[in-house]
């Protein structure tokens, strides 16, 4: 009998270590309009973010990016932080959004081109072969070898609405990405240095790009007569952790060929604990960035890898953004480090939105977030 019971036991075990932990259910809504059209994303995770046209129709320029823009922050920043921009002119109550369709990837890459007077309609963006340019007090000339490419990229991103059972375009933002750097080299001896322009020299460059850019965007299908939203990003260093900014924004009328005027755009990024400069919008993040870093090292030394950064937008703290570049080495541990990070979360101040990564480099562990004023942190696991 007592050898039965065993056998049963260890049955029981088995069957139970095969049964999947439970994941969370995410709210999910349907519209009965255009079923399979449109998928709100209305979790907690996704509020006030557009929602997404579906089926998705990938952009002809998908992948381009990052054969212009080296630094990864920047391309996750430029994307999203044009999609938050647009809510200002496009209400994610009223607009759909979907990847950009009406800039070809042909057409990309050539206004992403110096411009070429010899040839006709020639459609460069960026200086000519053999124009001057001010970095840092220096005087660099654009030769063949050795090219300055104020204009790194353009990212479309569309606003859509439902019509006769099909999408209709109603507006466009276009982000235009500015490289303010250019790398001093003098092959005979080896010497690199990095100059960078001034944020107003690279906004005006910028704004004048956009005056010569404007009128190419309309000559693209679907974009003739509708709205459209222009703004300047400027990029960091590829060897920096934290995103560039925008610095300039304008909204061009439907069917306009005028800008008539850019707004400055108020936004910038600190990475935690050393950039002083975020004690401006609070004093005390530092430090509480520091009990909370030495928190979780204190409980697990072999953490490796922890960056952070805080994105200010109008002068006021947005978002604390953290993420853990963390190995596992079981599934205990795992459910003990987003517990404690959880813990550890609520002491930032009530007011701020935390967001926190935690990953491997082959995959994504989870989210812990902690909204404003919010009274405990949200877990997110993922395939676990």
């Not at 920047?74 to 994307?79: A, R, T």
């Not at 933002?173 to 303010?180: K, S, V």
């Not at 924004?249 to 990475?271: L, P």
């Amino acid at each position: 009998m007592k050898k039965r019971r065993f056998l049963l036991l260890i049955l029981f075990m088995f069957l139970t270590a095969c049964i999947r932990p439970p994941v969370p259910d995410i709210e999910q809504a349907t519209s009965d309009a255009i079923p399979n059209a449109i998928v709100p994303l209305n979790n907690h995770l996704t509020t006030g973010y557009f929602k997404t046209a579906l089926p998705l129709e990938a952009s002809p320029t998908r992948g381009l990016i990052h054969s212009h823009i080296r630094n990864r922050a920047d391309i996750e920043q430029v994307e999203m932080s044009l999609m938050r921009l647009a809510t200002d002119f496009f209400n994610p109550d009223d607009y759909i959004f979907r990847e950009g369709l009406h800039l070809s990837r042909e057409f990309v890459s050539t206004i992403l081109q110096p411009f070429n007077p010899e040839i006709e309609n020639h459609q460069g963006l960026n200086p000519q072969v053999g124009s001057s340019h001010t970095f840092a007090n220096t005087t660099i000339e654009s030769l063949e070898d050795d090219l300055v490419r104020p204009l790194a990229y353009v990212l479309e991103q569309n606003f859509v609405t439902v019509e006769d059972d099909a999408f209709k375009l109603e507006g466009a933002a276009i982000a235009i990405a500015l490289n303010p750097y250019h790398w001093l080299r003098d092959p005979s001896i080896g010497f690199e240095a990095e100059l960078r322009m001034t944020d107003q020299e690279i906004v005006e460059i910028g704004q004048q790009i956009a005056s010569n850019f404007l009128p190419l965007l309309r000559a693209q299908e679907g974009l003739e007569e509708v709205p459209i939203i222009l703004a300047l990003f400027i990029l960091r260093s590829e060897r920096e952790v934290i995103p560039g900014n925008f610095a300039s924004i304008t909204y061009v009328e439907a069917g306009s060929f005028t800008i008539n005027s850019w707004d400055n755009v108020d936004e910038a990024h600190f990475r935690l604990p050393t950039d002083s400069g975020i004690n401006v919008y609070d004093v005390n993040i530092i430090e509480e960035f520091n009990f909370f870093s030495n928190s979780i090292g204190n409980n697990f030394p072999h953490r490796y890898g922890l960056t952070a950064q805080v994105h200010v937008v109008d002068g006021e703290i947005y978002r604390v953004l953290i993420v853990f570049d963390m190995n596992f080495y079981g599934l205990s541990e795992k459910i003990g480090f987003h517990q404690l990070v959880g813990e550890q979360i609520m002491y930032f101040s009530p007011e701020h939105d935390i967001r926190i990564t935690i990953r491997s480099p082959n995959e994504v562990h989870g989210f812990v977030l902690r909204p404003p004023f919010a009274l405990e942190a949200a877990i997110q696991r993922i395939n676990w």
